[in-house]
């Protein structure tokens, strides 16, 4: 999967719409944000699902092994999740809400709520996250990490996101954590690049982390 817009360009006019922003972006330097390959939605989300409120090692354990009870050949189809007793998901170590979430993916992807990835590449942002959230167990934050990082779409402002917040309070010099609507107010001067300006305020947030290790 490759980004769907140029990051110099993109760079180029944040830089010019906000001074904090462009002093950000020359202590960080290059943006190396790189898509990962999208090659189906509900195995997508049915990991995210998988992997809300988990440590990566016990997410990973979980999902290996529902890969291994009911896929083929590595990979999960929807009709195995609908065929698969509760149970037998519960046997796993999935959640009865995670059971319930992708059982719900699952029947949303078989009628078409869930689009195919054909069909995801061409709709609008608003769009995906309407349909997409409409599952069980998928929130906005998910829908916008897959927008950013598996579509790589230009415009994307996760307003929630808690290293996004912390990020504009270290390039901004507030005292407290902004609230979201303020990131959403502010975060108009980044159109349409607002991807870029979310990856470079979660690098401000490393570049703090650094600086405290030094001390």
Do not use: C, N
């Not at 049915?46 to 290996?64: D, E, M, N, P």
């Not at 869930?114 to 997409?132: F, G, N, Q, S, Y």
């Not at 290293?163 to 159109?191: A, S």
């Amino acid at each position: 999967m490759t980004l769907a817009y140029q990051p110099a360009a993109a760079i180029a006019a944040i830089s010019a719409a906000d001074k904090k922003m462009a002093q950000l972006i020359r202590r960080v330097g290059d943006f190396t944000l790189e898509p990962s390959k999208l090659d189906d939605p509900f195995r997508s989300l049915l990991r995210a699902i998988v992997y809300q409120q988990l440590s990566g090692k016990a997410a990973a354990t979980i999902h290996g092994r529902a890969v291994d009870a009911f896929g083929t050949r590595g990979k999960i189809a929807p009709a195995s999740v609908i065929a698969a007793p509760d149970d037998a998901l519960r046997a796993v170590g999935l959640s009865r809400a995670k059971v319930a979430a992708v059982k719900d993916l699952a029947a949303k992807t078989i009628d078409g709520t869930v689009p195919t990835l054909a069909r995801l590449r061409k709709m609008e942002d608003h769009e995906i996250v309407t349909r997409l959230t409409s599952v069980r167990g998928i929130g906005v934050w998910s829908v916008e990490m897959l927008l950013m990082f598996r579509l790589g779409r230009p415009d994307v402002l996760p307003i929630s996101d808690l290293g996004v917040r912390k990020g504009f309070m270290l390039t901004y010099g507030r005292d407290e954590m902004p609230k979201p609507t303020d990131i959403l107010k502010h975060g108009e001067l980044w159109r349409p690049y607002r991807s870029v300006a979310s990856w470079y305020l979660w690098r401000a947030v490393d570049l703090s982390r650094r600086a405290d290790l030094k001390k």
